[in-house]
């Protein structure tokens, strides 16, 4: 069993058909909103780019409905744009599924920052789980790595 996104799915061998499916994590303490993990690709535009004014009309024309259907489907990833349909497909229509009904969503920490960020974090999570005591400590070491990292 393995925490995967709809990436890895390509790459199913056919002989897999059928055989491959997915599950949505089980529900620990039913007092608590289910949440998934959404990664996201964004596009941005660098605050030094020589050609903004092309480069809004880049990020307009990617962020319609059918153009980002278009490219989800190619990419067999879930779009952005809530007016774009995911092409159908058996993970693509759980995921959505799955989304639609959750009561909220969070991109993954470790791979969505800066690496030297994303180590101290993590060992601030896995120290606050034993010693919530030493949160103070913690949030100041978390604080001189964000200083540092993202000068």
Not at 10 to 19: H, M, S, T, V
Not at 108 to 125: H, Q, S, V
Not at 136 to 149: C, G, M, P, S
Request: avoid cysteine; charged fraction near 30%.
């Amino acid at each position: 069993m393995y925490l995967m996104g709809n990436f890895i799915t390509p790459n199913f061998p056919a002989e897999l058909d059928g055989k491959m499916g997915f599950f949505q994590f089980p529900v620990i303490n039913p007092e608590v909103g289910m949440a998934e993990d959404a990664p996201m690709d964004t596009l941005h535009i660098p605050s030094k780019a020589k050609n903004k004014e092309d480069a809004r009309k880049f990020l307009e024309f990617v962020a319609q409905a059918e153009n980002q259907q278009l490219i989800n489907e190619m990419l067999l990833q879930i779009p952005t744009n809530n007016k774009a349909k995911a092409k159908s497909d058996p993970f693509l229509d759980k995921g959505v599924q799955m989304l639609a009904s959750s009561d909220g969503t969070a991109q993954f920490y470790d791979r969505d920052t800066d690496p030297a960020m994303a180590k101290e974090g993590m060992k601030g999570f896995q120290e606050f789980m034993v010693h919530p005591d030493r949160i103070d400590k913690i949030l100041e070491r978390l604080e001189r790595t964000r200083a540092r990292t993202f000068k």
